[in-house]
Nanobody
Framework: QVQLVESGGGLVQAGGSLRLSCSTS????????MGWFRQAPGKEREFVAA????????GYADSVKGRFAISRDDAKNTVYLQMNSLKPEDTAVYFC?????????????????WGQGTQVTVSS
């Protein structure tokens, strides 16, 4: 059974940092693209960051570029999202996602496997 489990969310003040982790099991994702998405109340799920499964090329939403960094440790079957200079508008449930192929896409429909999400709340 394939599982993606996010952790590391919580409550932080504006300007603070958090590191989210996504631990995978049930199959190997070392050659798969991985992504982070988020969904705020009343809003659609939106792309945050992605990393390819081959070259490790990364991509970011404009709203987080320069503040967030995605990385992966395939030996640990884990993907990370380092979030710095957090803003109240970053408040959302953050989801980890994986797709079978190595190419990273920036929309939710391209990803087949999803975690349950972890809440990130940034206070002003």
């Amino acid at each position: 059974q394939v599982q993606l489990v996010e952790s590391g969310g919580g409550l932080v003040q504006a300007g603070g940092s958090l590191r989210l982790s996504c631990s995978t099991s049930g199959r190997t994702f070392s050659s798969s693209a991985m992504g982070w998405f988020r969904q705020a109340p009343g809003k659609e799920r939106e792309f945050v960051a992605a990393i390819s499964g081959s070259s490790g090329t990364t991509g970011y939403a404009d709203s987080v570029k320069g503040r967030f960094a995605i990385s992966r440790d395939d030996a640990k079957n884990t993907v990370y999202l380092q979030m710095n200079s957090l803003k109240p508008e970053d408040t959302a449930v953050y989801f980890c996602a994986a797709r079978a192929g190595p190419t990273a896409y920036y929309y939710p429909g391209a990803y087949y496997y999803w975690g349950q999400g972890t809440q990130v709340t940034v206070s002003s």
